[in-house]
C-alpha cells in the first residue's frame, strides 16, 4: 500500500481533481448557462424590419391578399395590419381584395388563380368599356379611367406555420415558399412573403404584434409584420408600374 505525506489529496483517473483556474473557469461558463436560460433575461430589440419606405401614392394600385384561415387568431392581426397600411398608403378599399383559403398549403394556387381572374376582368372590362364608349359624347379618356378594371399590381400571400412534432413543417414550408417564389416570377407580378414559419405560438403572437404588453418572446418588442406587407405591397405595385413603363427611377 502507497502512503501519501499528511495534508496531500489524492484523486482518481476517474475523478481529477480541478486547478483553482480551471474551477472558476468552469463557475463562469455555468453562471452564462443559467443567465442565458434565465426567463427573466431580456435582449434589446433587433433593427429588423424593411425601414421607412418612399413615401408613394397608392390610389391607382389594386391589391390582392389571399390568407390562410389556419391559425385565424393570429391571422386576423396579420390581416388587418397589411389592410391599415394599404389605406394609409392612399388605397382604396374598393381596390383592396381578399379571399381566404384553409390552409398555408393551398396559398400558391390560390394566389396564382386570383391573379388570373383579375387579369381576366381587365380583359372583359377593357371589351365591356370601348363598346359602351361607342355611342358616349363624353370624355372618352376619363370615362374608360372610371370604368377599367385593372389586374392586381401586387399581392400579399398571409399564412402561419407552427412547428410540431413531426416533418409536417418543414415539408410544408419548403413546398409553400418554392410555390409562392414560382407564382412571382411565372406570373411576373410582385408576390408579398407573408408567411410566418415558426417553432412556437408565442414567436408567431409576438410577430403578429400580440404576445403580452411592449415585450415579446425573450424580450424582442412585439410587431405587426403585417404592417411591413403592406408596405412592401404599395412598393412593390408602383415599381411594377414603373417597370412597365421603362422607369428606372
Known amino acids: 500500500m502507497i502512503s501519501h505525506p499528511p495534508g496531500t ?63 385565424e387568431q393570429i391571422i386576423e392581426p ?12 392612399g388605397v382604396k378599399p374598393a381596390n ?47 370615362d374608360a379611367a372610371a370604368t377599367h378594371t385593372p389586374p392586381f399590381d401586387a399581392l400579399i400571400a398571409i399564412g402561419v406555420l407552427i412547428k410540431g412534432e413531426t416533418m409536417h413543417f418543414e415539408y410544408i414550408s419548403d413546398a409553400v415558399s418554392t410555390g409562392l417564389m414560382r407564382v412571382q416570377l411565372d406570373a411576373g407580378v410582385p408576390l408579398i412573403f407573408g408567411l410566418l414559419t415558426v417553432l412556437s405560438e408565442e414567436q408567431a403572437l409576438v410577430r403578429a404584434g400580440l404576445g403580452g404588453g411592449e415585450k415579446g418572446a425573450k424580450g424582442y418588442a412585439a410587431h405587426n409584420h403585417g404592417e411591413d406587407w403592406g408596405r412592401a405591397a404599395v412598393e412593390l405595385g408602383q415599381r411594377r408600374r414603373e417597370w412597365g413603363e421603362g422607369k428606372i427611377l
Do not use: F
Open 9 to 71: 489529496t489524492t484523486s482518481s483517473p476517474s475523478s481529477p481533481q480541478l486547478s483553482t483556474h480551471s474551477y472558476n473557469h468552469l463557475s463562469t461558463l455555468k453562471t452564462i448557462y443559467h443567465s442565458l436560460k434565465s426567463p427573466e433575461i431580456t435582449m434589446s430589440p433587433t433593427g429588423k424590419g424593411i425601414g421607412a419606405a418612399p413615401k408613394i401614392d397608392g390610389s391607382d394600385l389594386r391589391i390582392g391578399i389571399v390568407h390562410a384561415r389556419w391559425n
Open 78 to 89: 396579420l390581416l388587418e395590419g397589411a389592410r391599415k397600411e394599404l389605406l394609409a398608403a
Open 96 to 142: 383592396i381584395v381578399v379571399q381566404s383559403v384553409p390552409g398555408s398549403w393551398e396559398l400558391p394556387i390560390a394566389v396564382r388563380g386570383m391573379y388570373t381572374a383579375s387579369q381576366i376582368q381587365a380583359t372583359q372590362s377593357s371589351t365591356s368599356s370601348a363598346g359602351d364608349l361607342l355611342g358616349s359624347t363624353s370624355d372618352l379618356a376619363s
